[in-house]
């Protein structure tokens, strides 16, 4: 039985219909109607609401006898602007991403940080409201997107990272067109510091 013949079955059994279990839950209708007629499954945070609501395992839910779904949980720890002249806004919220370990590889917890992501300069890649996870590093090979303080760590971004070998200058690109890159160079490479390299995104349904 996969995930959607689960699904439905639990909540037959339950004795709700989609609209109660949307509402008790907290998550859109359509998002339910999809999760029962399609392949598509929600996000590993709200797979675990919906395991502890029909009070089953989440390998239960997924149709897994012998395997363990193994998962880590980090605090978001910040806000980061997408945009540029922000700074990077530290969240105290108690708010936790559910992460798979197959995501993390072998990482440790202690390299990895959550980012809440502000504004749209980054889009549609990256939208407001996403979570980003993050390898703590000090520096990312061109091309890759990662957090970045700069103006003597003042400020912080997400942003594509551009540069060349033996050239003074860094590039950061916004993803969205409207918005222009940013260029930072001669001595005012001094007060820029890669905070960390982005590896995955989550977004809410």
């Known amino acids: ?41 929600p ?17 239960e839910m997924l149709g897994l006898d012998n395997e363990h779904i193994d998962i880590v949980s980090l605090p ?24 798979p ?7 440790s ?18 939208l407001e409201g996403d979570r980003v996870l993050v390898s703590r590093q000090t520096s990312v090979d061109s091309g890759d997107i990662a957090i970045v303080s700069y103006c003597d760590h003042e400020s912080g971004t997400i942003k594509k990272v551009h540069y060349e070998a033996g050239c003074d200058y860094v590039d950061l690109i916004p993803l969205n067109p409207k918005y222009s890159p940013v260029r930072i160079q001669g001595e005012a490479l001094e007060g820029v510091r890669v905070v960390g390299k982005v590896i995955y995104l989550f977004r809410k349904i």
Do not use: C
């Open 1 to 41: 039985m996969n995930f959607s013949e689960k699904l439905k079955e639990l909540r037959k059994h339950k004795g709700v219909t989609q609209t109660q279990m949307a509402r008790e839950l907290g998550v859109a209708l359509s998002s339910i109607a999809m999760w029962e007629s399609t392949t598509r499954k």
């Open 43 to 59: 996000p590993v945070e709200t797979m675990i609401r919906l395991s502890k609501y029909f009070g089953v395992s989440v390998d």
């Open 76 to 99: 978001v720890i910040a806000k980061v602007k997408a945009g540029y002249g922000s700074e990077m806004i530290e969240i105290d919220s108690g708010e936790i991403q559910v992460i």
């Open 101 to 107: 370990r197959s995501i993390i590889g072998n990482k």
């Open 109 to 126: 917890e202690e390299e990895l940080m959550v980012f809440l992501v502000d504004g749209d300069s980054m889009a549609p890649k990256f």
